[in-house]
């Protein structure tokens, strides 16, 4: 059974930072894209920043030069540094992994955490 178990959300005035960290747990054999996703309320679930097995990051245009996604292989974690933050990012962030556990690739995420940016 995989998991994925994310924290670090909160609350945080604007101009402000938090870090969020995914770990994955279980029978894991290798661990492909991860990916970091939010959702506000009334809104779509949105791609926020994504990172490859080889550590090549990729970028909502509305986060560039604020967030930095990262990961440690060996930890099987994911991270989310957020800097800058506004308003607009307040969400609910979930982790996504692609994760290759014995039977092949599928697609696995967090239970989500909770960020809120007060103005």
């Known amino acids: 059974q995989v998991q994925l178990v994310e924290s670090g959300g909160g609350l945080v005035q604007a101009g402000g930072s938090l870090r969020l960290s995914c770990a994955a747990s279980?029978?894991?054999?290798?661990?492909?894209?991860m990916r970091w996703y939010r959702q506000a309320p009334g809104k779509q679930r949105e791609l926020v920043a994504a990172i490859t097995s080889g550590g090549r990051p990729n970028y909502a245009d509305s986060v560039k030069g604020r967030f930095t996604i990262s990961r440690e292989n060996a930890k099987n974690t994911v991270y989310l540094q957020m800097n800058s933050l506004k308003p607009e990012d307040t969400a609910v962030y979930y982790c996504?992994?692609?994760?290759?556990?014995?039977?092949?690739?599928?697609?696995?995420w967090g239970q989500g955490t909770q960020v809120t940016v007060s103005s």
């Open positions: 279980g029978s894991i054999f290798s661990i492909n894209s």
């Open positions: 996504y992994a692609e994760i290759h556990s014995g039977y092949g690739p599928y697609d696995y």
